[in-house]
């Protein structure tokens, strides 16, 4: 078994929110280095997007390991000195608590990790997304793993033809539920369809009950009460083989979709495709991006990475996107631009009300 564990967080913005500092890349860098070592580690990979550091991992420790939880909680705790000393921008933003016991858990970074029997080609696809929340996979992961016009394994392919369910969490209510598609995806997109809420964390496949997708859920201000940054969650999926391919599981990004963040985390705006080099939002703090690493696995190790979205077959939807960010631009502080009243509800929104709330009169 392998195990191939993505944890990130914002521990400090260059400049302002929109990209992360070398050095803070490399402090990240030694200390992986150091725990593959020691043995602890099969391989690493350090990145970022936009102000998100993300740690991508491979190790035989299964997931919520503990030793691998304080590996990253350290290397974040070590950046955020450096980004202190820098006075890099919101430094130290998503360590959320100092009551560090081993568990990532409510603790503000993001992570999704899969555990898994690596198979004779391991085509993994890691994305990576900056100014929005986990719920934006919710759309994508749908498409890749349950519409045949999306998906033609699904049509196509006798491994794929049974369909996958999917665990559906309810971060309000701390409930999850899992459904069988294609037979229940009405009922899944009865959920599904509100991002904020209900979100995708696995994708299995039927057959065998394999993990084949996995996303980070960690909502920021659920656990902190208030606004503290937007989520910029994380995702693993497999391909190829009985999976959906490359390609299929890339095409959703072809639409760039709406979802919730980008200024203030507080608007909705396209979720944009593009490269490393260019997952670095600074258009009114986004438009909200996503990038993606492929990799192949062997034994452990990450071959790779191949920068996904470096295509001019994206170059479309990231014109799009532009043109989707004007339009939306163009509403300035009026929904659906802005988010609607239960998102406002973790933001700083609610202060500037609150001055006049004693100035509301009955009416007639
Ligand atoms: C979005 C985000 C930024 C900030 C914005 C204001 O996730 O982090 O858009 O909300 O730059 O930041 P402050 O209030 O710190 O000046
Ligand atoms: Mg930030
Ligand atoms: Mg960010």
Redesign the pocket.
């Known amino acids: 078994m392998v195990t191939l564990s993505v944890i990130k967080a914002?521990i400090g913005?260059f400049v302002?929110?929109s990209n992360t500092h070398p050095e803070i890349l490399e402090i990240a860098k030694k200390r992986l280095e150091e725990a593959k070592g020691n043995g602890i580690l099969i391989d690493y990979y350090v990145t970022r997007c936009g102000?998100d550091l993300q740690l991508i991992m491979t190790h035989n420790k299964g997931i919520e390991n503990k030793e691998i939880n304080t590996l990253a909680w350290n290397i974040f705790l070590e950046c955020a000195e450096k980004a202190k000393e820098l006075k890099l921008?919101?430094a130290g933003?998503d360590i959320l608590s100092t009551a560090f016991s081993g568990n990532l858990k409510g603790m503000g970074p993001g992570y999704a990790e899969i555990d898994f029997e690596e198979r004779k080609s391991e085509p993994v696809l890691i994305f990576m997304a900056?100014?929005?929340e986990p719920g934006a996979w919710n759309l994508p992961l749908f498409r890749i793993f349950a519409d045949p016009f999306n998906t033609a394994g699904l049509v196509i392919d006798p491994e794929m033809h049974d369909g996958f369910t999917f665990e559906v969490h309810d971060v309000i209510e701390h409930k999850k539920v899992i459904f069988r598609c294609p037979e229940e995806m009405y009922d899944l997109l009865a959920l599904i369809g509100q991002p904020g809420r209900y979100i995708i964390k696995y994708v299995r496949r039927k057959s065998d009950n394999e993990i084949v997708a996995a996303t980070s859920t960690t909502r920021l201000s659920l656990i902190a009460g208030k606004?503290v940054?937007?989520d910029?969650p994380v995702m693993i999926v497999r391909a190829q083989k009985g999976l959906p391919a490359v390609g299929e599981v890339l095409e959703p990004f072809a639409f760039p979709h709406l979802v919730a963040?980008?200024?203030?985390?507080?608007h909705q705006g396209p979720f944009m495709p593009c490269s490393y080099e260019d997952a670095h939002p600074t258009r009114?703090?986004?438009p909200p991006r996503v990038m993606c690493f492929g990799f192949q696995l062997s034994n452990g190790k990450l071959i790779g990475p191949i920068d996904m979205f470096k295509d001019p077959a994206f170059d479309r939807a990231r014109e799009q996107a532009n043109l989707i960010a004007d339009y939306m631009r163009r509403h300035g502080p009026f929904q659906p631009h802005l988010l609607g009243a239960d998102e406002l509800e973790y933001t700083?929104l609610k202060e500037v009300m609150n001055k006049f709330k004693d100035r509301f009169q009955p009416l007639e």
């Open positions: 914002d913005g302002g929110h102000d921008y919101g933003q900056d100014k929005t606004y940054g937007k910029d963040g980008w200024m203030r985390g507080s009114f703090d986004g700083t």
